[in-house]
T-cell receptor, first 119, second 116 residues
Framework: AQKITQTQPGMFVQEKEAVTLDCTYD???????LFWYKQPSSGEMIFLIY??????QNATEGRYSLNFQKARKSANLVISASQLGDSAMYFC????????????????FGTGTQLKVEL | DTGVSQDPRHKITKRGQNVTFRCDPI?????LYWYRQTLGQGPEFLTY????????KSRLLSDRFSAERPKGSFSTLEIQRTEQGDSAMYLCASSPGQRTLEGTQYFGPGTRLLVL
């Protein structure tokens, strides 16, 4: 089974509108972390936002927020007030385990969603 | 604030040649990771170092691949006898050991490898 599923290969959004990028995950580990990264055409992966499995509140970081629904195993990224510069590939990733000791540090990524912001 | 750097950014080689990539992590980060990304896919984990110790290797890392981090600072990834299937983006990431955002990984710009 896929550990991270991103079902939207491509999304379009109008400038200044909000957009939600979907991510569902699969793990039996009670402790895990969920991350979103942005990858522009230049190739660099840019960290956007993090949500821990024990966090009570949804993470927010500027125009980015993470809609974390633990029971549904979903961690959707919401981008508010889209800008042309938001056009990029977006990846959801998961780290299983606490990530502080030897094991469980690797990230497992989804296949990504290509976001295009239009005027 | 210096981020993760990788060298070279692009590499074209002929099948059968050896190639070596270098990664310099963020200076205070003791963890370093290598990933490979093929076209249309998300990055896939290859290997992970904590200081100079290589603690985990993926099954993707065949015998032709070797990674080192001799002094716990920069790391090298070598591919011997390259094959066309090795063509990909090779990404390096680093993270702090402290409990900061549970070890968020920060990525470098990547090295694009093309094997002809």
């Amino acid at each position: 089974a896929q550990k991270i599923t991103q079902t939207q290969p491509g999304m379009f959004v109008q400038e200044k509108e909000a957009v939600t990028l979907d991510c569902t995950y699969d793990t039996s580990d009670p402790s895990y972390g969920l991350f979103w990264y942005k990858q522009p055409s230049s190739g660099e992966m840019i960290f956007l936002i993090y949500q821990g499995s024990y966090d009570q509140q949804n993470a927010t970081e500027g125009r980015y927020s993470l809609n974390f629904q633990k029971a549904r195993k979903s961690a959707n990224l919401v981008i508010s007030a889209s800008q042309l510069g938001d056009s990029a590939m977006y990846f959801c990733a998961m780290r299983e385990g606490r990530g502080l000791t030897g094991g469980g540090n690797k990230l497992t990524f989804g296949t990504g969603t290509q976001l295009k912001v239009e005027l | 604030d210096t981020g993760v750097s990788q060298d070279p950014r692009h590499k074209i080689t002929k099948r059968g040649q050896n190639v070596t990539f270098r990664c310099d992590p963020i200076s205070e980060h003791n963890r370093l990771y290598w990933y490979r990304q093929t076209l249309g896919q998300g990055p896939e984990f290859l290997t992970y170092f904590q200081n100079e110790a290589q603690l985990e290797k993926s099954r993707l890392l065949s015998d032709r691949f070797s990674a080192e981090r001799p002094k716990g600072s920069f790391s090298t990834l070598e591919i011997q006898r390259t094959e066309q299937g090795d063509s990909a983006m090779y990404l390096c990431a680093s993270s702090p050991g402290q409990r900061t955002l549970e070890g968020t990984q920060y990525f470098g710009p990547g090295t694009r490898l093309l094997v002809l």
